[in-house]
């Protein structure tokens, strides 16, 4: 249904071409065109024999059985599209062959696919822990969209959640450790990972069946055994915190794709209780635990979630609010405190959650968002729309089972 101009021009070649709606589209789509446009046809029979823009007469669509369909080329010209393309195939004609929807129309093809998606996703909140809160505090969540129907599944402080064949590991600072959960995300076992490590990030390789989790308090990224959940090893960052008695990189996110491991972090150098957020991406080897010679991406401010999406390594620098995917295209900017993404092979999801240090930003943004909730994304026009979740005030992870990906 939606060509371009060039190839509305060579489809329409010889032929005669026939507007579907009238209105200010017509006017927009008419300059644009080789071949000559004969008429106007509209479903509202107040407006059939006016002549309206381009001197054009407007038609019953019982004009339609009447033309030859080989001989002429429709072009829908209404913001009601979707409707118009169903009435027209129902009388048998053919997309891209007999009829098209006007390259004008692409912000409201945009528009439409945004406001009628459906979807539910899965939402991690670490605030503060409250025993039986069910709209409210720390958890695991299901989320609906449009509706912004928030379900808590699980109650706790959480972080990372990441599936491993059919089953979820989630990480639970209530219980200082994982939850094994079924597909149903109901709570299976528990084990514990080192007190006071703070876990955060979690991530899972199908190859070694190792559940990777980075300890933000022991500046160290912890591997276990999926199975029997023994430790395997313990990649350190440093040896800062063991000489200083405290965490000083701030270890966050993880993420596992293929044989490498990518970290992030508030500071490479271990500065960032200092005000020095000199973080970014770190890539370790997976079997080794060595450490790439130069850091992956540099100088971001607070960074959150490496991810994978579509071959490309997508990751937030959550204090400026800008989501990056590669660094070959421009960012997605927000003006909140973003972390968390997700995609579902139509549209992109990011987490935003209450700005808890808006004076850091006083003279570099002029519009600090406190909001908290998830914006959806549509890459190929950059326009997004925004599902709140005032009950909370944090999301970590926003996660899509593959299983679920499109329910």
């Given at each position: 249904?939606?060509?371009?101009?060039?190839?509305?021009?060579?489809?329409?070649?010889?032929?005669?071409?026939?507007?579907?709606?009238?209105?200010?589209?017509?006017?927009?789509?008419?300059?644009?065109?080789?071949?000559?446009?004969?008429?106007?046809?509209?479903?509202?029979?107040?407006?059939?024999?006016?002549?309206?823009?381009?001197?054009?007469?407007?038609?019953?669509?019982?004009?339609?059985?009447?033309?030859?369909?080989?001989?002429?080329?429709?072009?829908?010209?209404?913001?009601?599209?979707?409707?118009?393309?169903?009435?027209?195939?129902?009388?048998?004609?053919?997309?891209?062959?007999?009829?098209?929807?006007?390259?004008?129309?692409?912000?409201?093809?945009?528009?439409?696919?945004?406001?009628?998606?459906?979807?539910?996703?899965?939402?991690?909140?670490?605030?503060?822990?409250?025993?039986?809160?069910?709209?409210?505090?720390?958890?695991?969540?299901?989320?609906?969209?449009?509706?912004?129907?928030?379900?808590?599944?699980?109650?706790?402080?959480?972080?990372?959640?990441?599936q491993a064949g059919d089953y979820f590991?989630?990480?639970?600072?209530?219980?200082?450790?994982?939850?094994?959960?079924?597909?149903?995300?109901?709570?299976?076992?528990?084990?514990?990972?080192?007190?006071?490590?703070?876990?955060?990030?979690?991530?899972?390789?199908?190859?070694?069946?190792?559940?990777?989790?980075?300890?933000?308090?022991?500046?160290?990224?912890?591997?276990?055994?999926?199975?029997?959940?023994?430790?395997?090893?313990?990649?350190?960052?440093?040896?800062?915190?063991?000489?200083?008695?405290?965490?000083?990189?701030?270890?966050?996110?993880?993420?596992?794709?293929?044989?490498?491991?990518?970290?992030?972090?508030?500071?490479?150098?271990?500065?960032?209780?200092?005000?020095?957020?000199?973080?970014?991406?770190?890539?370790?080897?997976?079997?080794?635990?060595?450490?790439?010679?130069?850091?992956?991406?540099?100088?971001?401010?607070?960074?959150?979630?490496?991810?994978?999406?579509?071959?490309?390594?997508?990751?937030?620098?959550?204090?400026?609010?800008?989501?990056?995917?590669?660094?070959?295209?421009?960012?997605?900017?927000?003006?909140?405190?973003?972390?968390?993404?997700?995609?579902?092979?139509?549209?992109?999801?990011?987490?935003?959650?209450?700005?808890?240090?808006?004076?850091?930003?006083?003279?570099?943004?002029?519009?600090?968002?406190?909001?908290?909730?998830?914006?959806?994304i549509h890459k190929k026009s950059n326009?997004?729309?925004?599902?709140?979740?005032?009950?909370?005030?944090?999301?970590?992870?926003?996660?899509?089972?593959?299983?679920?990906?499109?329910?």
């Open positions: 249904m939606w060509l371009n101009w060039q190839e509305i021009n060579e489809v329409s070649t010889g032929k005669e071409i026939i507007f579907f709606g009238r209105g200010n589209w017509v006017l927009k789509t008419y300059p644009y065109l080789v071949s000559k446009a004969i008429c106007i046809i509209d479903n509202n029979p107040f407006e059939w024999g006016q002549i309206r823009e381009n001197n054009l007469t407007v038609y019953d669509p019982i004009l339609l059985d009447t033309i030859d369909w080989n001989n002429h080329f429709i072009i829908i010209t209404t913001s009601h599209f979707d409707e118009v393309q169903q009435q027209l195939q129902t009388l048998g004609m053919v997309s891209g062959k007999h009829f098209c929807i006007s390259p004008a129309l692409k912000n409201h093809r945009a528009q439409m696919e945004i406001n009628q998606q459906e979807a539910t996703i899965y939402l991690t909140c670490s605030d503060h822990f409250v025993a039986g809160a069910q709209k409210y505090g720390g958890g695991l969540y299901k989320f609906h969209i449009p509706s912004c129907t928030l379900t808590k599944l699980i109650n706790g402080i959480c972080h990372g959640v990441i590991f989630l990480v639970d600072d209530s219980i200082a450790g994982l939850r094994k959960l079924n597909s149903k995300f109901e709570p299976l076992e528990q084990f514990e990972l080192p007190v006071g490590s703070c876990p955060h990030g979690i991530a899972y390789c199908p190859k070694r069946n190792w559940i990777f989790v980075n300890l933000s308090d022991h500046d160290s990224i912890a591997i276990y055994d999926a199975e029997s959940y023994q430790p395997v090893k313990e990649i350190r960052l440093s040896e800062k915190r063991w000489k200083m008695g405290t965490s000083q990189h701030h270890v966050n996110d993880v993420l596992v794709y293929e044989d490498s491991l990518y970290v992030t972090m508030f500071s490479f150098s271990g500065n960032w209780k200092l005000g020095i957020f000199d973080g970014g991406v770190l890539e370790f080897d997976i079997d080794s635990g060595e450490q790439c010679p130069t850091p992956l991406v540099s100088d971001l401010w607070m960074p959150h979630t490496p991810t994978i999406i579509r071959g490309k390594l997508w990751y937030t620098d959550s204090m400026r609010g800008k989501v990056y995917c590669g660094t070959e295209e421009l960012p997605i900017e927000f003006n909140g405190f973003v972390r968390g993404i997700a995609y579902d092979d139509k549209f992109y999801y990011v987490g935003q959650s209450l700005h808890r240090h808006p004076d850091r930003l006083r003279k570099i943004s002029h519009n600090i968002s406190l909001d908290t909730g998830v914006f959806l326009m997004t729309r925004f599902f709140p979740t005032p009950t909370l005030t944090d999301i970590n992870t926003i996660f899509i089972p593959s299983k679920l990906t499109r329910s």
